[in-house]
């Protein structure tokens, strides 16, 4: 066991555990009580053909909130961590791949969903996240649709995509994937729910109607772990089963390297499946200076569970983004299989931790959140492992740092999936830091280069302030270009830059 006292313990997930003090203050019975008189009140103002449906989704709300209301406890007692038994989780580098004569066959046991819920609002973009450019002029969705494309050509397969939208990004995506209509894949869309916000000081919701349109700013989509509800309800589980397939891959829309493997899925359902049915791989990679703040497995109660920073007591912080404690940390790239999910939603026992996740409105309203993180089911299924994968699999886009290694030189387009040069020396990618005051948004970081440096040598940039770069620019080892307040640095077309630190006024820069 970790060398943990007893008295520190890890309630469910929290984001500030003092805010959920405020809930427990409150009658739980009368809470739960005008919650539920406030949601049927909510649900006579929709129309009456969309009743049957709200009245199911504030039915799990209401089960949410009222989970909520009686936690007392902390869900892991920090003393019963127990380290990772020998087999939990599997090396990448020992699976193998199958063969060639078997891959088709494999395919047509695999559905891919992926998270398409999120906003491009944190970049400075409108619309679904999923539509911004990524490469090439090429979103997220284009290059996961050349994936699935590629894959269904390559092995005559039919690999069907699936993409899990919320109430924000449901009605551009359905535009979107209209151009896609030629392609050999089929595409299934489904929503996630829509949830209301509640007051942190009526514990109501704040929202007078069901018109989400009208005040958008009071629903939420309740986090990614409403996969597993919706997906059934939407018939799409049900319908993939009855074809006889038997995964789903399901990964997040923004990670550019979670792409169908192959090896993984022979471990699955191929050559190398074991005697007793793996029902959920959660795949991890090992923990840098850049992951500390990342979900990590744990075993507890002979259960590999997830555990988010957000659950740690602040005592034990450091110890949670230990590399040598906690050596994984979670993709989000999940495999699981398609009758467990049903399994434990008909039995009902699927059980994840609550997030709590407290919100200021545009007009002051403060509001709680109640989400769910789709790896926490892990615990729920039977046979669930962990598969430690090279840092490849792990690419995502969260913000424009993350954008100027995608577009770099650093990777090169193959079928929809991006590739590490072979001239990179080494398979880590720079850390990369660009100040939020210039950076941030993607139309301004755009406009500051000329176009993406060169960065194949490249193991550190922090860039700060009013900072252009011209064409054909280098960047080798640590480089920091930092332009104080008032002043502006521009680096001209074809400068090295070679473990350089740049700051003050400066407009050309030797070569």
Same mark, same amino acid.
């Not at 906690?326 to 026992?349: S, Y």
């Given at each position: 066991?970790?060398?943990?006292?007893?008295?520190?313990?890890?309630?469910?997930?929290q984001r500030?555990?003092?805010?959920?003090k405020?809930?427990?203050?409150?009658?739980?019975?009368?809470a739960?009580?005008?919650?539920?008189?406030?949601?049927?009140?909510?649900?006579?103002?929709?129309?009456?053909?969309?009743?049957?449906?709200?009245?199911?989704?504030?039915?799990?709300f209401?089960d949410?909130?009222?989970?909520?209301?009686?936690?007392?406890?902390?869900?892991?007692?920090?003393?019963?961590?127990?380290?990772?038994?020998?087999?939990?989780?599997?090396?990448?580098?020992?699976?193998?791949?199958?063969?060639?004569?078997?891959?088709?066959?494999?395919?047509?046991?695999?559905?891919?969903?992926?998270?398409?819920?999120?906003?491009?609002?944190?970049?400075?973009?409108h619309?679904?996240?999923?539509?911004?450019?990524?490469?090439?002029?090429?979103?997220?969705?284009?290059?996961?649709?050349?994936?699935?494309?590629?894959?269904?050509?390559?092995?005559?397969?039919?690999?069907?995509?699936?993409?899990?939208?919320?109430?924000?990004?449901?009605?551009?995506?359905?535009?979107?994937?209209r151009?896609?209509?030629?392609?050999?894949?089929?595409?299934?869309?489904?929503?996630?729910s829509?949830?209301?916000?509640?007051?942190r000081?009526?514990?109501?919701?704040v929202?007078?109607?069901?018109?989400?349109?009208?005040n958008?700013?009071a629903?939420y989509?309740?986090?990614?772990?409403?996969?597993?509800?919706?997906f059934?309800?939407?018939?799409?589980?049900?319908k993939?089963?009855?074809?006889?397939?038997?995964?789903?891959?399901?990964?997040?829309?923004?990670?550019?390297?979670?792409?169908?493997?192959?090896?993984?899925?022979?471990?699955? *359902?191929?050559? /190398? !499946?074991?005697?007793?049915?793996?029902?959920? $791989?959660?795949?991890? =990679?090992?923990?840098t200076?850049?992951? @500390?703040?990342?979900?990590?497995?744990?075993?507890?109660?002979?259960?590999?569970?997830?555990?988010?920073?957000?659950?740690?007591?602040?005592?034990?912080?450091?110890?949670?983004?230990?590399v040598?404690?906690?050596?994984?940390?979670?993709?989000?790239?999940?495999?699981?299989?398609?009758?467990?999910?049903?399994? *434990?939603?008909? /039995? !009902?026992?699927?059980?994840?931790?609550?997030? $709590?996740?407290?919100? =200021?409105?545009?007009?002051?309203?403060? @509001?709680?959140?109640?989400?769910?993180?789709?790896?926490?089911?892990?615990?729920?299924?039977?046979?669930?492992?962990?598969?430690?994968?090279?840092?490849?699999?792990?690419?995502?886009?969260?913000?424009?740092?993350?954008?100027?290694?995608?577009?770099?030189?650093?990777?090169?387009?193959?079928?929809?999936?991006? *590739?590490?040069?072979?001239?990179?020396?080494?398979?880590?990618?720079?850390?990369?830091?660009?100040?939020?005051?210039?950076?941030?948004? @993607?139309?301004?970081?755009?406009?500051?280069?000329?176009?993406?440096p060169d960065?194949?040598?490249?193991?550190?940039?922090?860039?700060?302030?009013?900072?252009?770069?011209?064409?054909?620019?280098?960047?080798?080892?640590?480089?920091?270009?930092?332009?104080?307040?008032?002043?502006?640095?521009?680096?001209?077309?074809?400068?090295?830059?070679?473990?350089?630190?740049?700051?003050?006024?400066?407009?050309?820069?030797?070569?």
């Open positions: 066991m970790l060398n943990i006292p007893n008295e520190n313990k890890v309630r469910g997930h500030a555990p003092s805010d959920t405020e809930f427990h203050e409150v009658t739980k019975r009368d739960l009580k005008s919650l539920e008189n406030d949601l049927d009140r909510l649900q006579q103002t929709a129309p009456a053909d969309k009743r049957p449906q709200l009245q199911k989704e504030m039915a799990r209401a949410l909130f009222g989970r909520f209301l009686q936690e007392e406890g902390p869900s892991i007692d920090w003393n019963k961590i127990q380290k990772l038994p020998a087999d939990a989780v599997m090396d990448y580098s020992k699976l193998n791949s199958p063969k060639n004569e078997q891959i088709r066959t494999m395919l047509d046991k695999l559905v891919v969903v992926k998270l398409n819920g999120g906003l491009g609002t944190s970049m400075g973009c619309g679904p996240k999923s539509v911004i450019p990524v490469r090439s002029d090429l979103t997220f969705l284009d290059l996961t649709v050349q994936q699935i494309e590629h894959l269904n050509k390559t092995y005559d397969a039919n690999v069907p995509l699936v993409l899990m939208n919320s109430f924000n990004t449901d009605e551009d995506t359905q535009k979107i994937i151009k896609y209509t030629g392609f050999r894949v089929q595409i299934h869309t489904f929503n996630q829509c949830f209301p916000r509640i007051s000081e009526s514990f109501l919701p929202s007078k109607d069901f018109d989400v349109d009208k958008i700013d629903w989509p309740p986090g990614h772990g409403d996969f597993y509800d919706t059934r309800n939407s018939g799409l589980l049900k993939f089963i009855d074809e006889g397939r038997e995964y789903c891959f399901l990964s997040n829309i923004d990670n550019l390297g979670a792409t169908v493997d192959l090896a993984i899925l022979n471990k699955l *359902v191929g050559e /190398e !499946r074991s005697a007793q049915p793996v029902e959920f $791989v959660m795949e991890v =990679t090992d923990k200076r850049a992951d @500390v703040k990342g979900g990590t497995l744990i075993n507890f109660e002979n259960k590999l569970r997830l555990l988010e920073i957000a659950q740690v007591p602040k005592e034990h912080v450091d110890d949670f983004k230990s040598k404690t906690f050596k994984f940390f979670n993709t989000n790239n999940i495999w699981a299989k398609l009758d467990a999910i049903d399994r *434990v939603l008909r /039995e !009902r026992t699927l059980n994840m931790e609550i997030i $709590v996740n407290n919100k =200021t409105m545009e007009n002051g309203v403060r @509001v709680v959140q109640l989400e769910t993180a789709v790896g926490a089911a892990m615990k729920c299924f039977d046979g669930a492992i962990g598969i430690n994968v090279p840092r490849s699999r792990f690419l995502p886009v969260k913000k424009t740092s993350d954008l100027l290694l995608v577009m770099s030189n650093l990777y090169h387009l193959k079928n929809g999936s991006l *590739v590490m040069s072979p001239q990179r020396m080494f398979p880590t990618t720079p850390l990369v830091k660009l100040g939020e005051n210039h950076f941030s948004k @993607v139309k301004e970081f755009l406009g500051r280069f000329a176009n993406i960065i194949i040598e490249l193991d550190h940039l922090t860039v700060s302030g009013d900072v252009t770069f011209g064409r054909g620019v280098s960047l080798r080892g640590t480089v920091i270009i930092i332009a104080n307040h008032g002043d502006r640095i521009d680096i001209p077309a074809g400068a090295i830059l070679d473990n350089k630190i740049v700051s003050g006024n400066m407009r050309i820069l030797d070569h």
